[in-house]
């Protein structure tokens, strides 16, 4: 079992910068693929980043290629996620989410959210204009 809690939302302007960070707890994180998917109001969940287990893979929507940062700590059971120059459309509940081998940072992102092993219960980031 892997249990998931996100922080580090909030309110940013647009082209400010914001740190989420999600602290997992269980044996299988350090083996599973980590990533982050947000939802806004309305929206069905999309995938944002992932991760792989080494953190020598990741993988990026283009929406957010060249802005966000994905990154883990294995020692510390944390995978964060640093978006600069966040933009309005940014604003969602962001959430975290791992999924064990032999998912990889490729298919975790067309994955339907029933194959997503584990999920978080979000955090919410609102960009203003």
């Known amino acids: 079992q892997v249990q998931l809690v996100e922080s580090g939302g909030g309110l940013a302007q647009a082209g400010g910068s914001l740190r989420l960070s999600c602290a997992a707890s269980?044996?299988?994180?350090?083996?599973?693929?980590m990533g982050w998917f947000r939802q806004a109001p309305g929206k069905e969940r999309e995938f944002v980043a992932a991760i792989s287990w080494s953190g020598g893979i990741t993988n990026y929507a283009d929406s957010v290629k060249g802005r966000f940062t994905i990154s883990r700590d294995n020692a510390k059971n944390t995978v964060y996620l640093q978006m600069n120059s966040l933009k309005p459309e940014d604003t969602a509940v962001y959430y975290c989410?791992?999924?064990?081998?032999?998912?990889?940072?490729?298919?975790?992102?067309?994955?339907?959210?029933?194959?997503?092993?584990?999920w978080g219960k979000g955090t919410l980031v609102t960009v203003s204009s």
């Open positions: 269980g044996r299988t994180f350090s083996t599973s693929t």
């Open positions: 989410a791992a999924n064990r081998l032999p998912s990889n940072p490729i298919t975790i992102a067309t994955l339907p959210t029933y194959r997503i092993d584990y």
